[in-house]
């Protein structure tokens, strides 16, 4: 089975600031390698797809990269709305989540 | 537009039984792969199983194998998840999510539209 980890486990930062989430694979998974959003009591929300596709409606500030094990998510500039916590996902085979890495207010 | 309603969740005792449901609508159900996910409190999200537009082909995590079955009606546009032999580490909201058309494996495409999830208690 393919296993995700996802650094750091949680983050606080600032509205404004340059946010970067990084996940890892256990074995190369190409860039079948998704991103969701989830706030506090909702479903989770897809940002991110096949590495770096930018899923209809979402901020231009998302992007996602990275290749093989090694990926990243960044927020260019923070926004209030934006303070959730965000998992990384597998779909090379079935699908595997990251642990998730919580973005709160500084 | 696209809409996944879950129900079915409750209070159910460990070994027992519980059916869930998910109605979609505002998309042509049998042209998707569906899935479940859960989310145990104050968790993270785990993958349970998926299934294939025509229902052919399934897939499941191994902590849920044996015990859960997944199956969908495309006549009634409704996806199921047949939970049997339940235990107290079962207990979780239950999401089920659409895979889009995109961004595609072999196996499996990225979820993209997810109902408000079921919440399913296993407790004596």
Partial sequence: DIQMTQ????LSASVGDRVTITCRASQSISSYLNWY???????PKLLIYAASSLQSGVPSRFSGSGSGTDFTLTISSLQPE??????CQQSYSTFTFGPGTKVDIK | ?????????????????????????????????MSWVRQAPGK????????SGSGGSTYY????????TISRDNSKNTLYLQMNSLRAEDTAV???AKEAPWGCSSTSCPPDYWGQGTLVTVSS
């Fill in chain 2, 61 to 68: 995590a191994d902590s849920v194998k044996g015990r859960f």
């Fill in chain 2, 94 to 96: 239950y999401y089920c």
């Fill in chain 1, 37 to 43: 959003q989830q706030k506090p009591g909702k479903a």
């Fill in chain 1, 7 to 10: 650094s750091p486990s949680s």
């Fill in chain 2, 1 to 33: 537009e696209v809409q996944l309603l879950e129900s079915g969740g409750g209070l159910v005792q460990p070994g027992g039984s519980l059916r869930l449901s998910c109605a979609a609508s505002g998309f042509t159900f049998s042209s998707y792969a």
């Fill in chain 1, 82 to 87: 934006d303070f959730a916590t965000y998992y």
């Fill in chain 2, 44 to 51: 993270g999200l785990e993958w349970v199983s998926a299934i």
